[in-house]
């Protein structure tokens, strides 16, 4: 009558141990292949974009500013899924034909840009007035100062906020699914397809998904500290 | 060694400078005083464009900038390069030990070679008494200690002018006195120096001529036996009544 209760059929637990065995380096391979390494190369990108994007919105120059606002305003207005499908499903209409992994790549950059690109801003508003008059006064031009003594500090202020969006972007990075990055999720939900165990599935990508963000946030607080010794 | 022409600045309708005009000979020590908002910190920062200044004209060395006209923002670097510049609260880079914070000017503005720099900052560190702090970052010394690794900073640049912005009036009591002792050094050893402070005693000892600023000019100038004995405009005696006032309840 129960013939899928878990705890009256042992060939079934059997099945599901062995199927969670062995789907198991399948799926830490999508994490370590694509998620993470996807998510490292997006951010990097990402960062340079924000801080481009900071120095325009902090500039002055009017052009400059009005064209950071509507690229940050784009970017956070319209959901990341929308954004990867229009990269992905749409450009090839107008003859740009992506690789997934591409696609995927260069929608979480420009997402990472836009969000990151408030936090870098704020935090060098954040560095006292006095450091770039005392950087002038040694004869530094703009971008020594920025570079020597404004930047440094300001990487300080920004990595809790900064890690905060690096963990988010990890775990984003499973909407590459849906424009077929064979990353973790994408692997699992394949596995699914042909085991039909959505539950066993889902939870063991959740749970590696979270290892990821454990190590990360330790990750996190060491670089703090390291960058504490001045303080 | 410092000319300075009819120098106005105005923010918005507030009217900060007045129409100053001085001039420092090289090896002189000219002393600001005045009640606060009258200028005497604008004028100091409008010497070495801290503060771009609505006209006139400032001169240090051979470098010239006419404000009047629309300055040519190239050459402020060059201004700033004759000048050494002290704040009153340190400005010190956190980021930075004492000896990396008196490095930095000389290996990134002027190229210098990172060992010969290093050494260099370590004898002018030396020079400020902080032999010992090198490796120190700027939250690890006193008030007293960070201003003198601010001046050392300021000297590394071999400026051919200082400029001291009220340069002992964020420290304790206790700590103002090492500070004074290196300016009065810097002084002995003919560095050209401009102070703005509320220390009367350096003003009496050091100074080669005082200034007393009130409203964006200047009231009254000359030296300092003839300022604080005998001022001849009325707004000096009584910013110096108000002054001993202060100092003897």
Redesign the interface.
């Known amino acids: 009558m129960f013939p899928n209760n878990l705890f009256e059929n042992p060939d079934r637990l059997n099945r599901l141990i062995d199927i969670a065995q062995s789907s198991f380096l399948p799926l830490v391979k999508g994490a370590l292949l694509y998620s993470v390494t996807i998510a490292l190369v997006s951010f990097a990108i990402g960062l340079i974009i924000a801080v481009f994007t900071a120095l325009a919105r902090i500039s002055g120059i009017r052009p400059l500013v009005i064209i950071a606002r509507i690229y940050v305003s784009i970017i956070r207005g319209t959901p990341l899924l929308v954004q990867l499908f229009i990269i992905f499903f749409g450009l090839p209409s107008i003859g740009v034909r992506l690789d997934p992994i591409a696609a995927a790549i260069i929608g979480f950059s420009l997402s990472v840009g836009a969000y990151s690109s408030e936090v870098i801003r704020a935090a060098i508003l954040s560095i006292p007035k006095g450091q770039w008059e005392a950087a002038y006064s040694i004869g530094m031009t703009y971008m020594q100062a920025l570079k020597r003594v404004i930047l440094p500090q300001a990487t300080r202020v920004s990595i809790p906020p900064l890690s905060n969006s690096f963990i988010s972007l990890v775990k984003d990075t499973s909407l590459a699914a849906a424009i077929t990055v064979p990353e973790m999720f994408r692997k699992a939900q394949e596995i699914v397809a042909s085991t039909y165990e959505p539950m066993l599935l889902y939870i063991e990508a959740a749970l590696i998904y979270w290892v990821i963000c454990f190590l990360l946030s330790i990750l996190q607080d060491r670089i703090e500290i390291r960058l504490d010794r001045y303080i | 060694m410092i000319q300075v022409r009819d120098l106005h600045k105005q923010f918005q309708s507030l009217h900060v400078l007045k129409g100053i005009s001085l001039s420092v000979e090289k090896g002189k020590v000219v002393v600001i005083i005045g009640p606060s908002g009258s200028g005497k910190t604008t004028l100091l920062r409008c010497l ?1 464009a ?1 503060e771009i200044p609505t006209s006139g004209s400032v001169q240090i060395g051979d470098v010239k900038l006419d404000f009047s006209q629309k300055p040519d923002r190239s050459r402020i ?1 060059l201004l ?2 004759q ?3 002290v ?1 009153q ?1 340190y ?6 030990t004492a000896l990396q914070n008196v490095m ?2 000389p290996v ?3 190229k210098e070679d990172p060992r010969k720099a290093q050494s260099k900052a370590s004898a002018v560190l030396a020079k400020v008494g902080l032999g010992d702090k090198l490796d120190h ?3 690890q010394l006193s008030g007293g200690q960070q201003q003198r690794v601010g001046i050392a ?2 000297l590394a ?1 071999d400026p051919q002018v200082m400029l001291f912005d009220e340069p002992t009036s964020a420290l304790d009591p206790e700590l103002v006195g090492d500070v004074l002792k290196v300016m009065k050094e810097l002084a002995q050893e003919g560095m050209t120096m401009v102070v703005v402070t509320h220390e009367m005693s350096f003003a009496r000892d050091v100074a080669d001529e005082v200034i007393f600023m009130d409203q964006g000019v200047i009231v009254e100038q000359g030296p300092p036996e003839q300022v604080f004995r005998q001022p001849r405009e009325e707004r000096t005696r009584q910013f110096l009544q108000h002054l001993q006032g202060r100092d003897t309840p």
């Open positions: 070495n801290l670097p700033r390069r000048t050494g510049m704040f609260s400005n010190l880079f956190p980021h930075m930095e000017g990134t503005v002027k970052y700027p939250a900073r300021a640049m």
